[in-house]
T-cell receptor, first 115, second 114 residues
Framework: DAMVIQNPRYQVTQFGKPVTLSCSQT?????MYWYQQKSSQAPKLLFH???????NEADTPDNFQSRRPNTSFCFLDIRSPGLGDAAMYLC??????????????FGSGTRLTVV | AQTVTQSQPEMSVQEAETVTLSCTYD???????LFWYKQPPSRQMILVIR??????QNATENRFSVNFQKAAKSFSLKISDSQLGDAAMYFC???????????FGQGTRLTINP
């Protein structure tokens, strides 16, 4: 089945140690998103890629970066994780244009713990 | 700025009964889409139902239906014949036709009592 896959499901990292979360998709969607979801809160958009074009949200900290080497893969890099970055990170995809009326397809998320 | 508000942090319902989750939103746009997503514990978020703002008819998907009141900017979700598998966090979301961004409400945690 076509899907959005996030690895790993659980990630523990040390305070200040760079960490990378990955997302892959087999849907051939041209838009990929990264959301941060803290406990019992709404998902918050960090940034998205529309094809190769990177779109950062105004309030996304500089500590968060992203890479999209090809259509299928997208990475979230946290350069120096702080305790406040502990959260669930959700990857999602959509097809721009008429496809976005159908909403997003989400991965299962990566739960990041910072120790 | 577009905002989505879910005023019920938690709801509970008896199995086989009907429950309605509330959602209001604020936008100055006329062409947009509204969604309800379900997020079970430790599982991925899945789309439950969607509504195009230009359609007056309320969307329905099996036991799930919406009450879309465009003038009031209200978009509630009704779950009929509630089942134990319906227990989850439910998020209301908004997307303007001209943007990629999906804006979520704070969520409502739904508990189903056997």
């Amino acid at each position: 089945d076509a899907m959005v896959i996030q690895n790993p499901r659980y990630q523990v990292t040390q305070f200040g140690k760079p960490v990378t979360l990955s997302c892959s998709q087999t849907l051939n969607h041209n838009v990929m998103y990264w959301y941060q979801q803290k406990s019992s809160q709404a998902p918050k958009l960090l940034f998205h890629y529309y094809d190769k074009d990177f779109n950062n949200e105004a309030d996304t900290p500089d500590n968060f970066q992203s890479r999209r080497p090809n259509t299928s893969f997208c990475f979230l890099d946290i350069r120096s994780p702080g305790l406040g970055d502990a959260a669930m990170y959700l990857c999602a995809t959509s097809r721009a244009g008429t496809g976005t009326r159908y909403g997003y397809t989400f991965g299962s998320g990566t739960r990041l713990t910072v120790v | 700025a577009q905002t989505v508000t879910q005023s019920q942090p938690e709801m509970s319902v008896q199995e086989a009964e009907t429950v309605t989750l509330s959602c209001t939103y604020d936008t100055s746009e006329s062409d947009y889409y509204l969604f309800w997503y379900k997020q079970p514990p430790s599982r991925q978020m899945i789309l439950v139902i969607r509504q195009e703002a230009y359609k007056q008819q309320n969307a329905t998907e099996n036991r799930f239906s919406v009450n879309f009141q465009k003038a009031a900017k209200s978009f509630s979700l009704k779950i009929s014949d509630s089942q134990l598998g319906d227990a989850a966090m439910y998020f209301c979301a908004y997307k303007w036709q001209g943007a990629q961004k999906l804006v979520f409400g704070q969520g409502t945690r739904l508990t189903i009592n056997p």
